[in-house]
């Protein structure tokens, strides 16, 4: 028994399984609060585990071990946390209340898909604190490319698909044919059909369009400086 033994470094070799049981490494490690698996052998989440046999460890180090070489930085942290609820500080940083749970909704919805014989016991815990979650709908956050926007001029409307990556310099060389004015004498307006507001006037000519946050079915006014 080492009952004294705080922490345990256990990092750069060639360990690849934890094969004492539960209860012995309780027995052996009472107070063990850190301990080191950094570029270890491990392969086996079942090794991961074992951890939570450690009745007081807080912190884990267990950067460069095969097991989670074949996982994103996001799923290798995420998994690791859930899996070993007591765990307060992962490869030196802490972990908060808010990324515990997170981490632990995660797991489920990680695990969601996969046949009952191979999801792990902690699954069956979380879904017990959690319930059962649907995965995440994936969302494009990329900014929209193009708008269609409603261009008026005089009193006649045009619809068209504007580039927003563009600058109004650039759209005023597209509007040019369409309203007949050289850009040197026009003037842009952009109005946001679901604003309160009234339109912003579009003056710097280095301005990308999608800076203003134009969407779909917005306003674009042309007004000829010399009117």
């Given amino acids: 028994m080492f009952p004294s033994l705080d922490t345990l470094v256990l990092a750069n070799n060639h360990l690849n399984a934890i094969e004492e049981p ?5 027995r052996l490690f009472p107070n063990l609060r850190s301990i080191s698996l950094h570029k270890s052998g ?3 989440w079942e090794d991961i585990d074992k951890l939570n046999s450690f009745p007081k460890l807080e912190e884990v180090r267990l ?18 946390i859930a ?8 490869n030196g940083s802490v972990v908060t209340e808010g990324e515990r749970e997170d981490s632990e909704r995660f797991f489920i919805r990680y695990y969601v898909d996969v046949p009952q014989e ?3 016991f902690r699954y069956h815990e979380l879904i017990t604190k959690y319930g059962k979650l649907e995965p995440l709908a994936e969302v494009d956050l990329r900014p929209q490319s193009s708008a269609k926007v409603e261009v008026h001029y005089n009193d006649q409307v045009e619809e068209m698909s504007i580039r927003l990556d563009q600058t109004v310099a650039e759209l ?10 050289p850009t040197s004498n026009m003037l842009l307006y952009y109005f946001d059909h679901e604003a309160p507001f009234g339109p912003e006037e579009m003056k710097y000519s280095s301005r990308a369009l999608h800076s203003f946050g134009i969407r779909d079915g ?8 010399t009117k």
């Fill in 22 to 26: 539960d209860d012995s490494l309780a």
């Fill in 83 to 90: 899996r070993l609820p007591s765990v307060s500080k992962l």
């Fill in 118 to 120: 191979e999801v792990p």
């Fill in 63 to 80: 950067l460069g071990i095969p097991l989670l070489q074949p996982y994103t930085t996001e799923e290798r942290r995420k998994l690791v």
């Fill in 172 to 181: 005023k060389k597209q509007l040019k044919t369409l309203v007949q004015l």
């Fill in 218 to 225: 917005d306003k674009i006014y042309v007004e000829s400086k």
């Fill in 42 to 44: 491990l392969q086996s």
